[in-house]
């Protein structure tokens, strides 16, 4: 409400820096200084002085808590004023001087014994700055530099410590006392050092001020720009950071660029302020150009830009300087001499060092050189242009205002002078303020104030207020400007100083500070004796007039309030005494209502305080004239104060105790015990799997009470005395009916005593019916486990809400569908708490039947009219509602660990009426898929659940069977949840849904092969084959024909089978998934082809739902999709199998080729088309060197086939048998058979297939297998041909190449026939993969040669001699 003083800081070690300032030296100088001061008064002020002390001394005794020695040695003796200090405008560095030493003392943050962090001021350097002789600091400030990061936010990156020198250096150094820069601007002593930074226009028609740094001097005036000053100073902290971080010396930075003004025509000058670009006006420029210029003066045609400079002394008392911008340059020349002195020196050095003369005087020279000062360059003459003369009076300081038009003078007679700098006034005085310290204050009006004000939209205003601390008084004064009065007045120690930057953080421009929040004080007291930092916290309403402060009063009223709200530790007594207060304080309604509903909104007040406030502010109002009264604030009044009474009574029934028996009730649950044992079962298990722990946060448990405020803001009271449910969020809509119900649903409140309060306060009971349903249906896990108690107390709420007047109208007629029970149905319908539903919808079906039952009796009509089409809805209802639980209960079986699938899936009525007719089975195929069930064993609980039907039908059951099922309790819940659906989970839609999910699931991660496979096992298992021809058109044409040309294409460019990085860059799987990918593949067009083939035989099947299940209305199944699919053209599927088996065994067996090179351009173009249009496809004979390149590859694969079945002879099997081989892998039994049937469809010759088969089975030494192909061979003369050349190796190996000869076989050799021997020696056997053959195994394979090869054929012979050969071997 008033101005404040608010410390934010404290200073630590105040001690240890007076220590360091004032050593060696006693106190008596400065208590002979005091004294000497006092002498100098010329009146007497000994009453009001005492007075002041008393009252000081009154405040220090009861404020002060420090009885340390040290400390109160420091607080008698006021020596922060003879120390030049200096505060940064961030508040993060206080710089105190005296002579030639100072103390740097930086912000850190601290925790006191309370754990409350405060921020404080510690020493972090301390040392001596004078670097010439007989010099002292004169004058100091501390400049913040702006970061350069484009994530600052308005922070200072460091902060600038500017030091003058009595002896008119000017020194910059860092926070750590390093030095940056110093320069000699001037001969005579630093006076003044102040700083001016960039200031965002409030208006478009104020000047935009430039950065400046400006020095004064006794009769000159140095500026220097502040773009320039803040660049170099960057560059020269960033030299000295890297030399010392190399370890090297320092380089000179070059000197600064300023402009130097001679201040004339005045007798002395004690303190400035540069005041900035200034530009007259036209009647100013042409009064000035005739003052100046007499009657023939010329005007120029725009006025120029003036720099204006404010002094105050003596003779005159304040003058006015103005520069014109572009008269003077910048001071450079100084710049050059120092260059060129550098080079004279240089080259007069190396010339001393050529002749060899002058050595001995080199460093005398250069001692006096380093000596000699620079010199400085001579002033601009600046002559005055007015001033305020007073030849008594001396002005000792002058402070601009920070928005530069206004700026206060002290003199020595112990005024005050406001001057208005636009027009050279004096326009206001106070007496009485002898050293007077000033500062200014500048307040921007907050938002809240111009919210009800018609200039809300234009930029928010600033108050100006000037700061006046009068130390021999001990008072800080704040006045408001120009003529405003004294708004505050603090009683301060002596001993304190008041620190005023008048600047902020250099380095910001227009653009730099879009978006910064710039934290900066404006004006600090700093008490030494205690080491408080202070700032002055004025409103803004203080500077308005007496309409205006009224509102900006109650603004703070309610800020007042708002900050009482949010303390923690306030007594009910005294937060209800206050706001009271506060809201009959408060005159505005807009701002009393304001006030009203921040203290009704807030969670911590107790219900009393508030009923007790708005009754309070209630009868207020009543009491005054009608005409005075605000209606809607009246209206809130009322209607707050009936909300908090109904929000009083049913907290109050809640802790009524319950007189009302459970008991009388039991007569209503008669007719529900059947449906209850009925769907007993059910109901366990669908509690068995809800009942998990979960994890849940505190606040959102529905056991939280209600807050007083939180059901405020759910309801409100119209005009009329009606109260309405505002329905916001669900959990807020929960906790209200949790509120009111749940007590009634636990025999916790009387149920009738809550109605009739609930009915009395004006709800409708149709909003009442909603809060019991959502709290019902919220709690489902509390109804289930008391069961029949809450259905009791749901019946007696259920019947006693539909007895209010509104619930159902007097006019409805039985046979026509209720609105009431109509708003229960469509609850239970859109809920995914099944049971709950299904129990609600239980008790609502009893209700209606009795309230229609009770209307026929009251019409005395018969009982057969009592049929209506409510009931008939209800039926309805409730029978779908058991599906859902069915269902429901299936699907929430967790998964086995570490598949995938996600969370369960929620289901009701609504949603899968609105999923179609396939809704039921595409959950229980998402379902299928999280429990990861094979389709084979889907398959057999389906055929599972027909034997069960017909079982029932012949009446005819097992113990043993029934205990077996009773194992299996997730097919047990299958099976049931198929007899619920006998229709929309038939085998054949199952299937499908299930086939569709898998490829679904694969397509989002095709790294999965096994998804895909599980997809095509589920469309085998289809046994409709409309169906089955639909889903594999709908999968190859949507999941697997872009995939399936990529991998082509792969495969064709890398001429084999590709690496897993470009498979999956290309097809986007793996090498591995990619071979399953192209098996399913050929699996998919099989299916595709078989299906095709089939639709001739059979009727498409047709597809229906279960009655009460026919309304729904959503998307077609897939069953459905599928029957509209066109029929495929079989030679373009034939096609596209034949490439993927190509495909196939090419990526099995790592096989090179390029497979779409295999057929000609007509084959090529028919690829990856829609198989439902019919293509032109290869016919008649085909080029010569294409089946010669089919034949080789075919070659290939049977080689690879025959390498992968060779496995080590495993010594289990029995002699002549051959292992059995998998069903799928390279190693598969099908893969010749495969190979056969490609060369057919290749225009390859299968009889030289199969030829090359054997020769390969008996190169790898696979007798047995060879010996069974062999009799499917039809040419048999070619075959022995090349089994006879295959006989010779293997025998030529035996005899010729085997390291382990025997003498025996050595003779044998001898005794052969040349002709035979020669043959032997011209075989190779490094041909034979496998050359170490059983002689048994040989002596078969010549003994069916001799069976192959005909008598007349010209190697029958040599045969023979092969046979008489092999059996000596064989017998030695």
């Not at 009655?1107 to 897939?1118: D, L, N, Q, T």
């Not at 439902?1172 to 290939?1196: A, V, Y």
């Amino acid at each position: 409400m008033s101005c404040s003083l608010f410390e934010f800081c404290k200073i630590q070690e105040l001690k240890t820096v007076r220590d360091f300032l004032f050593q060696n030296q006693t106190t008596k100088p400065v208590e002979e200084k005091n004294q000497t001061a006092d002498n100098e008064l010329t009146w007497d002020t000994s009453d009001w002085e005492a007075a002041w002390d008393s009252s000081e001394n009154k405040e220090e005794e009861s404020s002060s808590a420090t009885t340390v020695e040290e400390e109160s040695s420091v607080q008698s003796e006021p020596w922060l004023q003879d120390c030049v200090v200096s505060l940064s405008p961030c508040a993060d560095l206080l710089v105190v001087a005296r002579e030639q030493k100072a103390v740097f003392l930086s912000a850190k943050w601290r925790t006191d014994g309370s754990g409350k962090e405060e921020m404080t001021l510690s020493v972090s350097w301390s040392g001596t700055l004078s670097a010439e002789e007989r010099e002292s600091v004169s004058s100091v400030i501390a400049i913040p530099l702006a970061s350069q990061k484009r994530s600052s936010t308005g922070r200072p990156d460091w902060t600038c410590v500017v030091v003058g020198f009595t002896s008119g250096y000017v020194r910059f150094y860092t926070e750590n006392g390093v030095l940056l820069l110093a320069q000699l601007l001037h001969v005579d002593p630093v006076l003044k050092l102040k700083c001016r930074t960039y200031e965002i226009p409030r208006h478009p028609g104020v000047t935009e001020q430039h950065e400046e740094l400006s020095i004064l001097y006794p009769f000159a005036l140095v500026t220097i720009d502040g773009f320039s000053l803040f660049q170099s100073l960057r560059a020269c902290r960033n030299q000295v950071a890297r030399a010392a971080a190399a370890g090297s010396d320092v380089v000179p930075p070059p000197p600064l660029a300023y402009k130097k003004w001679g201040l004339q025509e005045k007798d002395t000058i004690v303190d400035h302020s540069s005041v900035g670009i200034t530009t007259l006006c036209v009647f100013d420029q042409m009064k000035n150009a005739s003052i100046l210029g007499g009657f023939n003066a010329s005007v120029k045609g725009s006025p120029p830009a003036m720099s204006q400079f404010v002094t105050v002394g003596a003779g005159p008392f304040t003058g006015f300087y103005y520069a014109v911008e572009g008269n003077s340059q910048p001071l450079l020349s100084h710049v050059a001499l120092a260059v060129a002195s550098k080079l004279t020196s240089a080259l007069f050095s190396a010339a001393s060092g050529w002749l060899g003369w002058n050595k001995n005087k080199n460093k005398n020279e250069e001692e006096a050189a380093q000596k000699q000062k620079p010199k400085v360059e001579p002033a601009t003459p600046l002559g005055i242009r007015f001033g305020l003369p007073d030849s008594r009076r001396h002005g000792e300081s002058i402070c601009l205002s920070p928005c530069n038009t206004l700026a206060g003078v002290t003199d020595d007679f112990g005024r005050v002078t406001l001057l208005d700098l636009a027009r050279g006034l004096a326009i206001r005085m106070w007496k009485g303020y002898r050293d007077a310290q000033l500062g200014w204050l500048q307040v921007q009006e907050e938002r809240g104030d111009r919210e009800f004000s018609p200039s809300s939209s234009l930029p928010r205003r600033h108050a100006l207020f000037l700061i006046i601390f009068a130390p021999r008084r001990g008072i800080l004064e704040v006045w408001a400007m120009q003529r405003g009065p004294r708004v505050g007045a603090f009683t301060v120690g002596k001993q304190c100083r008041l620190l005023y930057a008048g600047y902020r953080l250099m380095g910001v421009n227009s653009v730099t500070s879009q978006g910064w929040q710039l934290h900066t004080q404006q004006v600090c007291l700093l008490d030494p004796t205690t080491g408080a930092l202070r700032t002055i916290n004025v409103p803004f309403h203080l500077a308005l007039s007496d309409k205006k402060n009224e509102r900006a009063k109650d603004m703070h009223l309610l800020k007042r309030l708002t900050a009482l709200l949010k303390m923690s530790d306030v007594d009910p007594e005294t937060l209800e005494s206050e706001a009271k207060s506060v809201l009959l304080e408060i005159k505005y309604p807009a701002i009393k209502k304001q006030a009203l509903e921040t203290l009704l909104s807030n969670k911590d007040t107790p219900v009393s305080c508030l009923t007790n406030v708005t009754c309070a502010l209630h009868d207020a109002l009543k009491q005054q004239a009608a005409d005075e009264v605000d209606p809607s604030l009246l209206q809130l009044c009322f209607a707050q104060l009936k909300l908090l009474q109904l929000y009083s009574d049913v907290q109050q029934h809640q802790s009524d105790e319950n007189t009302e028996a459970c008991s009388e009730n039991h007569e209503s649950l008669e007719g529900i015990e059947e449906e209850l044992s009925r769907v007993a079962p059910t109901l366990q298990r669908y509690a068995q799997f809800t009942s998990k722990p979960s994890v849940s946060f505190a606040q959102d448990s529905p056991d939280t009470p209600l807050s007083a405020q939180a059901f405020l803001s759910q309801l409100e009271c119209t005009e009329d005395g009606e109260v309405k449910v505002i329905r916001k969020s669900e959990a807020e809509w929960n906790q209200l009916g949790n509120f009111m119900f749940w007590g009634c649903l636990c025999c916790k409140s009387p149920i009738h005593k809550v109605c009739e309060t609930l009915q009395e306060a004006g709800i409708s009971p149709q909003q009442l019916l909603s809060l019991l349903l959502s709290v019902w249906l919220q709690r489902e896990k509390e109804v289930l486990q008391k069961p029949v108690e809450t259905v009791i107390n749901l019946h007696t709420l259920l019947v006693a809400l539909s007895n209010m007047k509104g619930a159902v109208e007097d006019s409805w007629d039985p046979q026509s569908v209720c609105p009431w029970w109509q708003q229960v149905r469509c609850t239970c319908t859109q809920s995914h708490n099944a049971a709950a539903a299904l129990l609600a919808a239980l008790v609502a079906h009893r209700a209606a039947k009795a309230s229609i039952t009770s209307r026929a009796d009251s019409k005395l009509q018969s009982e057969w009219e009592t049929v209506s089409l409510e009931l008939e809805q209800w039926v309805v209802c409730v029978h779908q509602l058991e599906d859902v639980l069915v269902l429901q209960t299936l699907l929430l079986v967790p998964s086995p660990q570490g598949t995938a699938g996600g969370a369960a899936v929620q289901c009701s009525i609504k949603t899968l009426l609105e999923g179609g007719t396939g809704g039921v089975a595409d959950s229980v195929s998402k379902w299928a898929f999280r429990q990861n069930m094979a389709p084979e064993r889907l398959k057999e609980i389906l055929q599972r659940k027909e034997a069960l039907e017909k079982r029932e039908q012949n009446e005819e059951e097992t113990e043993e069977k029934k205990s077996q099922e009773d194992t299996d309790r997730t097919a047990e819940l299958l099976v049931a949840v198929c007899q619920r659906f006998p229709h929309s989970l038939s085998p054949d839609l199952l299937f499908a849904h299930c086939c569709w999910e898998y490829v679904v699931q694969w397509n989002k991660d095709p790294e999965e092969p096994q998804y895909l496979s599980c997809a095509v096992e589920h469309l085998k298992l289809i046994s409709s084959p409309h169906i089955q021809l639909g889903i594999s058109s709908m999968m190859w044409s949507t999941f697997i024909v872009k995939r399936f040309s990529a991998a082509s294409y792969l495969i064709e460019k890398v001429g084999k089978a590709p690496k897993d990085r470009l498979c999956r860059r290309d097809v986007g799987m793996g090498d591995k998934a990619m071979t399953s990918f192209l098996g399913c593949c050929v699996q998919l067009l099989q299916i595709l082809m078989e299906a095709d083939s089939a639709t001739e035989e059979v009727p498409a099947p047709e597809l229906s739902v279960e009655e009460v299940w026919s309304g729904a209305e959503g998307p077609a199944s897939i069953a459905e999709l599928a029957l509209d699919q066109r029929g495929i053209h079989f030679p373009l599927v034939q096609h596209h199998c034949l490439l993927a088996s190509l495909l196939h065994a090419a990526m099995s067996f790592s096989v090179k080729v390029k497979p779409l090179s295999l057929f000609d351009s007509k084959g090529k173009n028919a690829f990856f088309r829609d198989l439902t249009t019919i293509q032109l496809l290869p016919s008649g004979d085909m080029d010569p060197t294409l089946i010669s390149q089919r034949k080789e590859f075919l070659f290939r694969v049977l080689s690879a086939w025959v390498q992968a079945i060779d496995v080590p002879s495993s010594s289990a099997l029995a002699p002549g048998s051959t292992p059995p081989l998998p069903s799928a892998g390279p190693k598969a039994d099908w893969w010749p058979s495969l190979c056969l049937e490609l060369g057919s469809l290749l225009q390859v010759n299968p009889d030289i297939l199969r030829r090359h088969l054997v020769c390969e089975l008996y190169n790898q030494g696979l007798d047995l297998r060879a010996e069974q192909v062999v009799l499917e061979v039809e040419d048999k003369d070619v075959l022995g041909s090349q089994l006879l050349v295959l006989t010779g190796q293997r025998l030529s190996y035996s005899l010729l190449h085997n390291q382990n000869q025997t003498q025996a076989a050595m003779e044998l050799l001898a005794r052969l026939p040349p002709t035979l021997c020669t043959w032997l020696k011209a075989m190779d056997p490094s041909e034979l993969r496998c050359p170490l053959v059983p002689l048994t195994q040989t002596s078969r394979l010549v003994s069916r040669l001799i069976e192959m090869l005909p008598e007349n054929h010209a190697q029958y012979t040599l045969a023979l001699h092969l046979l008489e050969a092999v059996d000596v071997l064989s017998t030695d």
